[in-house]
Each structure stands twice: as C-alpha cells, then as structure tokens.
C-alpha cells in the first residue's frame, strides 16, 4: 500500500467522515505522494533552500495514485516542494479512494446531502488501518526503525495540525511536549532517499510558524502548525 493511501486511511472514520471535521486532506496528501513518487525513483528532493523537486523519469510505475501524481508532476522539474504540497491540482484523494475501493479497502456508499452529493467512502476492510497504526506504534517504541513513509506521515499529521489528536495513544509520551519531540526525532531518522520529503514538510511548516486554529503554535503544544 502506498504512503498516500495509508495516510487517507488515518486521516477517516470508517464512516468516511474526516477524523477531525473540517480538516483538509489535500497539502498532507500530496506531501506522501511525493514520498511515493521518490519511493519509485521517479523524483527526487534537492537540498536546496527551499528544497525543490528533480524528476528523474516519467515511466508510468502502474499504480493508480502514483501514476496520476506522475503525469502531473512531469513539468515542475526544478519547482519547490511547497508549491507542489499546496498545489491543489496535484491533490490526489479521488485516485486514493478509487484504488482503496479497488483494492477492497472502502467502498462506496450512499451519497451525502440527501442524495446529491459526493458517495461517502465506507470502510470495508478495518484490518489495514489496523496494521498501520500498529506499525507506528512500534516505530515510537523503538521496535521498527521508521522508513520514509512512516516519517512523512508524522510529518504531514504533525502539519495539518492533528498528530497528537490520531497518534498519542500510540506512544509513551506523558505530554503533548513530549510527543512531539518524539516524533520530530522520528521524522529527523528517516532515510534517504524520500525521508527528504518529510523534513522539507516539517522544517517548511516549523519555518513559517503557521498557527493552528485552535490556539497552539509550533513546539507549544504538539498539535503543530497547519498546512
């Protein structure tokens, strides 16, 4: 499963409801697509100030969510990580939902707004979910060492501004201080290539000091800044 879909898997109720309402998924989305498409050797991050993109190959890998985010992505060799992390025509949650729904993962249910608006997506598989929060807790034990999709999940969850909401549980932290040293030494681990990505996400988000809409401000909190 790619970094995308296990990252719109946390992201949803297996209702199909945000875990947090109002929560954009796009910025977080294409941030583990990024990983996806480095992961296949089809991108690469340049250390840069800012970190900017490098497309090494524009050959299809044959899966649904990479290949849409490839086909967008072959002309912005050269361009920031940010402006494709914000880029909302890059965002990828329909091909997400299409191959988790191909894949048996969700499928589609009744309609919202009384019938005329977008299917919900229901969980059909619960055991996926299961697995990937079952991994990132052991990555916060120190029982797995993180890889680059784990690290740009963290990363982009601590961005939206929800790490500590959806993963707490998942580790020993007594404070929301100590949860988010804990991840942002996790996402600081993550290999290369693709752990790049994470930590262009988390250092563009810490650099800028968005605030969360809530009130907490970066390393104030854990619920971080907000993409």
């Known amino acids: 499963m790619l970094t995308v879909e296990e990252l719109y898997l946390l992201l949803t109720r297996s209702n199909g409801d945000p875990e947090v309402f109002g929560l954009r ?72 939902v299409a191959s988790l729904v191909q894949a048996g993962v969700l499928e589609y249910g009744p309609r919202k707004l009384l019938g005329f608006g977008m299917r919900r997506t229901i969980e059909r598989d619960p055991e996926p979910k299961r697995r990937i929060r079952g991994r990132l807790a052991e990555v916060f034990a120190g029982d797995r060492a993180p890889t680059a999709g784990d690290a740009t999940i963290l990363a982009a969850l601590y961005a939206m501004g929800v790490a500590a909401q959806l993963l707490h549980d998942l580790s020993d932290a007594e404070s929301a201080d100590e949860f988010e040293s804990a991840l942002k030494a996790l996402v600081a681990r993550a290999p290369s290539p693709g752990g790049e990505v994470s930590r262009a996400v988390l250092d563009l988000q810490l650099a800028r000091g968005v605030k969360d809409p809530r009130g907490d401000t970066p390393g104030t909190g854990g619920s971080g800044p907000v993409l």
């Open 25 to 96: 998924f796009g910025p977080g989305l294409n941030a583990a697509l990024l990983t996806d498409l480095v992961d296949a050797a089809r991108v690469t991050v340049l250390g840069d100030a800012p970190p900017r993109l490098r497309v090494l190959s524009t050959t299809p890998t044959g899966a649904l969510v990479a290949d849409f985010g490839l086909e967008l992505i072959a002309d912005r060799d050269g361009h920031k990580v940010e402006s494709v992390v914000r880029s909302g025509r890059f965002n990828p949650e329909v091909a997400v």
